[in-house]
């Protein structure tokens, strides 16, 4: 497969990238801090371009770009993100708390919308893949930016999803889990004052504990990027909890089996 991978330089998109790689994927990466290090070892299967995928005119003259060397392509998996501006939310700064929006939402729309004129063009079905979780199921206090932005993937994925339902076209989200990677040390080095004493003792035995698996965040999203998860769309799906293997689209026949894995308020009868 041609896939597009954005935030593939460091962290969970850096663990996707070279996974992909070694399966024989030929993957293009976006980021805004360009790394070397990954084209030294899959020369002839990896690409790179230096792109921040908040500015859409940025993230528009690189799809236009790559358009040059790659004439479809395949899959999106929309990695990129920043835990951003973190403290009480109605004591904020309010661009900081912005631009935390944009990177995260904007960016996901932004790269969606760059490349899918590319993605039209595939000859197999199209898959496209984006992260949500850190605070889209339940409150997360004093991340609201961050969650607020991951909730709004998820809507974002479940309605194009619905427009392109008559399209050979999967999307969906995974919530990836409690993973070691830079936004736990963000959190560690903010401190209980500004993350909440809650939120820090959590942090403090992931770190020692070593976080959830990485693993099943990788089976994921090979699983979403297969044949296996065709017609699965408007999902957001846990690596860490849900049973993802046995989803299957022929079982989701009536209204309340549609709800399920969405993003929907329960009501009393």
């Given at each position: 497969?041609?896939?597009?991978?954005?935030?593939?330089?460091?962290?969970?998109?850096?663990?996707?990238?070279?996974?992909?790689?070694?399966?024989?994927?030929?993957?293009?990466?976006l980021a805004r801090g360009a790394s070397?290090?990954?084209?030294?070892?899959?020369?002839?299967?990896f690409r790179s371009s230096t792109c921040?995928?908040?500015?859409?005119?940025?993230?528009?003259?690189?799809?236009?770009?790559?358009?040059?060397?790659?004439?479809?392509?395949?899959?999106?998996?929309?990695?990129?993100?920043?835990?951003?501006?973190?403290?009480?939310?109605?004591?904020?700064?309010?661009?900081?708390?912005?631009?935390?929006?944009?990177?995260?939402?904007?960016?996901?729309?932004?790269?969606?919308?760059?490349?899918?004129?590319?993605?039209?063009?595939?000859?197999r079905r199209g898959k496209v893949i984006?992260?949500?979780?850190?605070?889209?199921?339940?409150?997360?206090?004093?991340?609201?930016?961050?969650?607020?932005?991951?909730?709004?993937?998820?809507?974002?994925?479940?309605?194009?999803?619905?427009?392109?339902?008559?399209?050979?076209?999967?999307?969906?989200?995974?919530?990836?889990?409690?993973?070691?990677?830079?936004?736990?040390?963000?959190?560690?080095?903010?401190?209980?004052?500004?993350?909440?004493?809650?939120?820090?003792?959590?942090?403090?035995?992931?770190?020692?504990?070593?976080?959830?698996?990485?693993?099943?965040?990788?089976?994921?999203?090979?699983?979403?990027?297969?044949?296996?998860?065709?017609?699965?769309?408007?999902?957001?799906?846990?690596?860490?909890?849900?049973?993802?293997?046995?989803?299957?689209?022929?079982?989701?026949?009536?209204?309340?089996?549609?709800?399920?894995?969405?993003?929907?308020?329960?009501?009393?009868?």
């Amino acid at each position: 497969m041609k896939i597009i991978l954005t935030g593939y330089s460091q962290g969970i998109g850096k663990a996707i990238a070279l996974d992909l790689l070694s399966k024989g994927h030929h993957v293009w990466g976006l980021a805004r801090g360009a790394s070397s290090e990954i084209q030294k070892d899959y020369p002839d299967q990896f690409r790179s371009s230096t792109c921040d995928v908040s500015n859409w005119i940025n993230v528009a003259s690189c799809a236009e770009a790559i358009s040059g060397h790659w004439s479809s392509i395949d899959a999106i998996i929309v990695c990129a993100g920043v835990q951003g501006e973190v403290g009480r939310t109605l004591a904020l700064d309010p661009l900081k708390w912005d631009s935390t929006i944009r990177s995260n939402l904007e960016g996901t729309f932004h790269t969606l919308r760059a490349f899918n004129f590319l993605l039209e063009k595939t000859e197999r079905r199209g898959k496209v893949i984006c992260f949500s979780g850190g605070g889209a199921s339940k409150a997360r206090p004093f991340f609201s930016a961050y969650g607020s932005a991951k909730t709004a993937i998820v809507r974002l994925v479940e309605t194009i999803a619905e427009e392109e339902k008559d399209r050979a076209f999967d999307i969906n989200a995974i919530a990836p889990g409690a993973i070691n990677t830079r936004l736990l040390d963000e959190v560690l080095k903010l401190g209980p004052t500004i993350v909440g004493n809650e939120e820090y003792t959590s942090a403090l035995k992931q770190q020692s504990e070593g976080g959830q698996s990485l693993i099943k965040t990788l089976d994921l999203v090979n699983w979403l990027l297969s044949e296996f998860s065709d017609h699965i769309s408007g999902k957001l799906i846990s690596a860490q909890w849900d049973n993802w293997r046995a989803i299957k689209n022929s079982k989701m026949s009536t209204p309340e089996e549609r709800e399920l894995y969405t993003l929907r308020r329960k009501t009393l009868p």
